[in-house]
């Protein structure tokens, strides 16, 4: 199951179905069993702030955070891959930068989260080649305009 919550109201936000359908198009593509859970939080730069310092050192707010949690729900044996946090400010700067829209950045954003959860990383030269290989892939696949931009 793939929840999305949002911290407060935002404008120009996508359709929840839409990016509920990212995901799930992106666990289809990469042979991941469809019933695994996400969670997706869409907050402010002030909340990724805090986790990125709390979490990995730097005292900035960032576009998007991964957690792995992964674990089978006891009930129904569903895996559950982690949480997923969406700078939704930060988003929008990227998007209005790169031209494109805010639901494609957004979208982008989910595809490289789940790329998180599922075990890829960009922290060594040869890490980020393989994960931003399959990042465009599914972007492709999933008829997503946007590229990864960094602010």
Do not use: C
Request: charged share 20%.
């Amino acid at each position: 199951m793939i929840e999305i919550h949002t911290q407060e109201k935002f404008p120009n936000l996508p359709e929840t179905d839409i990016l509920v359908e990212t995901a799930r198009q992106v666990l289809a593509i990469t042979n991941t069993p469809a019933e695994s859970g996400i969670s997706l939080r869409l907050t402010t730069d002030e909340e990724m702030q805090e986790l990125n310092h709390q979490h990995l050192g730097t005292n900035d707010p960032t576009d998007v955070l991964s957690f792995p949690i992964p674990f089978n729900d006891p009930e129904t044996g569903a895996p559950y891959l982690g949480d997923i946090l969406i700078s939704v400010p930060t988003a929008a700067r990227q998007a209005e930068i790169a031209g494109h829209s805010l639901e494609d950045e957004i979208r982008l954003l989910i595809v490289h989260g789940i790329l998180h959860l599922l075990g890829h990383d960009h922290s060594t030269p040869e890490e980020k080649v393989v994960m931003w290989e399959i990042q465009d892939m599914l972007l492709q696949k999933l008829g997503i305009s946007a590229r990864p931009t960094e602010l």
